[in-house]
Nanobody, 125 residues
Framework: VQLQASGGGLVQTGGSLRLSCAASGRAFGSRVVGWFRQTLGQVREFVAAIARNGIINYGDSVKGRFSISRDNAKNTVTLQMNSLKPEDTALYYC???????WGPGLSRDSSYDSWGQGTLVTVSS
């Protein structure tokens, strides 16, 4: 599976952005798809993931502000980010897991084997 993330940019505190992840490959629709983010010198942080059956999980820092959805017919996953804060500034990656259904390990980046190139989100204070 090849992934292309887009939609990043510069936004003020409290603003919104919508990230998209476009995938090629038939396996996309049957796998868990996740978003992670990373800042310089830090480990990747789990943001959100959606399983093939629509089960969704969010990282604690984004609950209530971010929303993930998927369109398997179009091979896309979208991350709607609202009420953005400066601490949301990071490089955001979409990734496809080798697993089909949600499990506790799906918040770890080691559970994902296909990664996009990342899209930069910058939130100004």
């Amino acid at each position: 599976v090849q992934l292309q993330a887009s939609g990043g940019g510069l936004v003020q505190t409290g603003g919104s952005l919508r990230l998209s992840c476009a995938a090629s490959g038939r396996a996309f629709g049957s796998r868990v798809v996740g978003w992670f983010r990373q800042t310089l010198g830090q480990v990747r942080e789990f943001v959100a993931a959606i399983a093939r059956n629509g089960i969704i999980n969010y990282g604690d820092s984004v609950k209530g502000r971010f929303s993930i959805s998927r369109d398997n017919a179009k091979n896309t996953v979208t991350l709607q980010m609202n009420s953005l804060k400066p601490e949301d500034t990071a490089l955001y990656y979409c990734a496809v897991s080798q697993y089909r259904d949600w499990g506790p390990g799906l918040s770890r980046d080691s559970s994902y084997d296909s990664w996009g190139q990342g899209t930069l989100v910058t939130v100004s204070s």
